[in-house]
């Protein structure tokens, strides 16, 4: 990891500079780093935000801990504790101070690139090594196009946007400014569009596009496809993790968040500030209202219309025990008529007991 900013950097610096109070411990205790609280050292900064499985603040040796003043008495007496509201958000602003991101590659064209004589580059944009950018393509100021990336004709990448490497972008896509994708990515490839004629599939042409807003961050091998007709959408802000398959005619909302290995299918429609989490599946022509938290590995057969936190599937068992209870749910819908008759049974004896009214 690279050394922090600026030396010495004390608790007390720090403290100043997010606003923190500081409690017990020594403040011009110099910081180094920064650590989760298993592993932090005497010269490590770390965070405690509330009771999570495995951890045990009591035993950190963190010389600085960023927590809530009810958290406080939980930490070791010699442990420098820096009160504030949020700690985790406190600690992602000291990270970011302490490790700046790495000095930018200087602004240029590497020679083995290939760019259309019709494209059109901003100023200060970086090509890397083996990229190819197609005809009509419009790259904005300060934009990165990584090594091996290739963009088809008329793509329009905003303004400091970065394909980090081998990032694909076909044709007529576009990403707005700020966007943030890791190797791997593909956006615009053909969506899973067939009709079944006679016993044989027929490919039904993808003439859409993949229309993606400004601040979106798109993990590695993550693929977008593009729209059978109507556009691809995703809005501004959001969050897209490792391998997530977005599938055609897909719309997300402004600052949602996908967790990795997610599968969206053709025309689900996503909500603003949702969150789906690994593994989730939805089925397609389904929509999320605003404000809906799928927990992971749920998958969603229908639409969501009310904002909250939503389950799916069945928890983790012996197998042993699992394969009893996966025959038995077999047996359910039969044993539902069973009590259904028998209630049905029972109401009638009940009945029959009953003196008639003279």
């Given at each position: 990891?690279?050394?922090?900013?600026?030396?010495?950097?004390?608790?007390?610096?720090?403290a100043e500079r997010l606003g923190?109070?500081?409690?017990?411990?020594?403040?011009?205790?110099?910081?180094?780093?920064?650590a989760s609280l298993r592993s932090?050292?005497?010269?490590?900064?770390?965070?405690?935000?509330?009771?999570?499985?495995?951890?045990?603040?009591?035993?950190?040796?963190?010389?600085?801990?960023?927590?809530?003043?009810?958290?406080?008495?939980?930490?070791?007496?010699?442990?420098?504790?820096?009160?504030?509201?949020?700690?985790?958000?406190?600690?992602?602003?000291?990270?970011?101070?302490?490790?700046?991101?790495?000095?930018?590659?200087?602004?240029?064209?590497?020679?083995?690139?290939?760019?259309?004589?019709?494209?059109?580059?901003?100023?200060?944009?970086?090509?890397?090594?083996?990229?190819?950018?197609?005809?009509?393509?419009?790259?904005?100021?300060?934009?990165?196009?990584?090594?091996?990336?290739?963009?088809?004709?008329?793509?329009?990448?905003?303004?400091?946007?970065?394909?980090?490497?081998?990032?694909?972008?076909?044709?007529?896509?576009?990403?707005?400014?700020?966007?943030?994708?890791?190797?791997?990515?593909?956006?615009?490839?053909?969506?899973?569009?067939?009709?079944?004629?006679?016993g044989r599939w027929q490919r039904?042409?993808?003439?859409?596009?993949?229309?993606?807003?400004?601040?979106?961050?798109?993990?590695?091998?993550?693929?977008?496809?593009?729209?059978?007709?109507?556009?691809?959408?995703?809005?501004?802000?959001?969050?897209?993790?490792?391998?997530?398959?977005?599938?055609?005619?897909?719309?997300?909302?402004?600052?949602?968040?996908?967790?990795?290995?997610?599968?969206?299918?053709?025309?689900?429609?996503?909500?603003?500030?949702?969150?789906?989490?690994?593994?989730?599946?939805?089925?397609?022509?389904?929509?999320?209202?605003?404000?809906?938290?799928?927990?992971?590995?749920?998958?969603?057969?229908?639409?969501?219309?009310?904002?909250?936190?939503?389950?799916?599937?069945?928890?983790?068992?012996?197998?042993?025990?699992?394969?009893?209870?996966?025959?038995?749910?077999?047996?359910?819908?039969?044993?539902?008529?069973?009590?259904?008759?028998?209630?049905?049974?029972?109401?009638?004896?009940?009945?029959?007991?009953?003196?008639?009214?003279?």
């Open positions: 990891m690279p050394r922090p900013a600026s030396f010495p950097l004390t608790v007390a610096a720090l923190a109070v500081v409690a017990g411990g020594c403040a011009e205790r110099i910081l180094l780093g920064v932090a050292t005497s010269t490590d900064l770390s965070f405690f935000s509330g009771a999570r499985r495995g951890i045990q603040p009591e035993n950190t040796r963190a010389g600085a801990v960023l927590c809530r003043a009810e958290d406080a008495d939980r930490l070791p007496a010699d442990t420098a504790r820096l009160i504030v509201e949020k700690p985790q958000s406190a600690f992602v602003l000291a990270a970011q101070w302490m490790y700046p991101p790495a000095a930018r590659t200087p602004p240029g064209i590497d020679p083995s690139a290939r760019i259309h004589p019709s494209a059109q580059l901003g100023e200060q944009v970086t090509v890397g090594a083996y990229a190819i950018i197609g005809a009509d393509c419009v790259i904005g100021e300060r934009a990165v196009i990584g090594a091996g990336s290739v963009l088809g004709e008329r793509v329009e990448i905003g303004a400091q946007t970065e394909l980090i490497a081998r990032v694909t972008v076909l044709e007529d896509c576009s990403l707005g400014a700020r966007c943030l994708v890791q190797p791997g990515v593909v956006i615009g490839s053909d969506g899973f569009g067939l009709v079944n004629e006679s039904v042409p993808q003439l859409g596009r993949v229309r993606i807003g400004d601040d979106v961050d798109i993990g590695a091998n993550t693929t977008i496809d593009r729209g059978a007709l109507d556009d691809t959408l995703i809005a501004d802000g959001v969050k897209i993790d490792n391998l997530v398959q977005i599938a055609h005619n897909v719309e997300i909302g402004a600052h949602s968040a996908i967790a990795g290995c997610a599968g969206l299918a053709g025309s689900s429609i996503v909500g603003r500030h949702c969150t789906l989490g690994g593994g989730v599946g939805l089925a397609g022509h389904l929509s999320l209202a605003d404000g809906v938290h799928v927990t992971g590995m749920s998958m969603v057969t229908r639409s969501i219309h009310q904002a909250g936190i939503y389950s799916a599937g069945t928890p983790l068992d012996t197998n042993e025990r699992w394969h009893k209870n996966a025959a038995r749910f077999k047996q359910l819908d039969r044993m539902a008529q069973r009590l259904a008759a028998l209630e049905a049974r029972l109401a009638d004896s009940l009945y029959s007991d009953v003196p008639e009214a003279p």
